[in-house]
T-cell receptor
Framework: KQEVTQIPAALSVPEGENLVLNCSFTDSAIYNLQWFRQDPGKGLTSLLLIQSSQREQTSGRLNASLDKSSGRSTLYIAASQPGDSATYLC?????????????FGKGTKLSVKP | NAGVTQTPKFQVLKTGQSMTLQCAQDMNHNSMYWYRQDPGMGLRLIYY???????DKGEVPNGYNVSRLNKREFSLRLESAAPSQTSVYFC???????????FGNGTRLTVT
């Protein structure tokens, strides 16, 4: 059974710092991995989706990488801003599971201090 | 373009009461999902619908029923609410399994 872990659970950084959020998964037979952002009291917003055949995806200051062999994905945020403060979740989609059933990590709560 | 709309935003029920959570999407997506989010447990899939007219159980279906009324709407019903169903419920949708998932803003349900 797929398990997705995100460490640390919380992270506080000063504005302007580059940072990396980590996501690990136990079953490498995934067909994609998604990173989401969740603001308090809101739903999840998809940030980046990496298909199993890809190594990374980029959007603006965000870059997500995928290494299936090691069971790891990272989300790199460049030049962090206070507006980046939110909880970031990763989710893995496996072959053979319920269609579209993503297994979510519990998230990393990011706080960027001005 | 509203995306995924959930109603109500908040609800308080007494144990044993019933209610239906509504979800509607205007993205013309085929697949729709109901998740619940609990502290320390993360998001867990309750039910999903791969297309109009089909529904399937997810990880935690007990105590819930669903209806895929048409392509736009997917409702979640609690027939006899229990305190263990206190949670935040999210509806989500995507075009296909390799597409990003789009979420509504959630329904915060408290069962006393």
């Amino acid at each position: 059974k797929q398990e997705v872990t995100q460490i640390p659970a919380a992270l506080s950084v000063p504005e302007g710092e580059n940072l990396v959020l980590n996501c690990s998964f136990t079953d490498s037979a995934i067909y994609n991995l998604q990173w989401f952002r969740q603001d308090p009291g809101k739903g999840l917003t998809s940030l980046l989706l990496i298909q199993s055949s890809q190594r990374e995806q980029t959007s603006g200051r965000l870059n997500a990488s995928l290494d299936k062999s090691s069971g790891r994905s990272t989300l790199y945020i460049a030049a962090s801003q206070p507006g980046d403060s939110a909880t970031y979740l990763c989710a893995a989609a496996n072959y053979g599971g319920s269609q579209g059933n993503l297994i979510f990590g519990k998230g990393t709560k990011l706080s960027v201090k001005p | 373009n509203a995306g995924v709309t959930q109603t109500p935003k908040f609800q308080v029920l007494k144990t044993g009461q019933s209610m239906t959570l509504q979800c509607a999407q205007d993205m013309n997506h085929n697949s729709m999902y109901w998740y619940r989010q609990d502290p320390g447990m993360g998001l867990r899939l309750i039910y999903y619908s791969a297309s109009e007219g089909t529904t399937d159980k997810g990880e935690v279906p007990n105590g819930y029923n669903v209806s895929r009324l048409n392509k736009r709407e997917f409702s979640l019903r609690l027939e006899s609410a229990a305190p263990s169903q206190t949670s935040v419920y999210f509806c989500a949708t995507h075009r296909e399994s390799k597409s990003p998932l789009h979420f509504g803003n959630g329904t915060r349900l408290t069962v006393t």
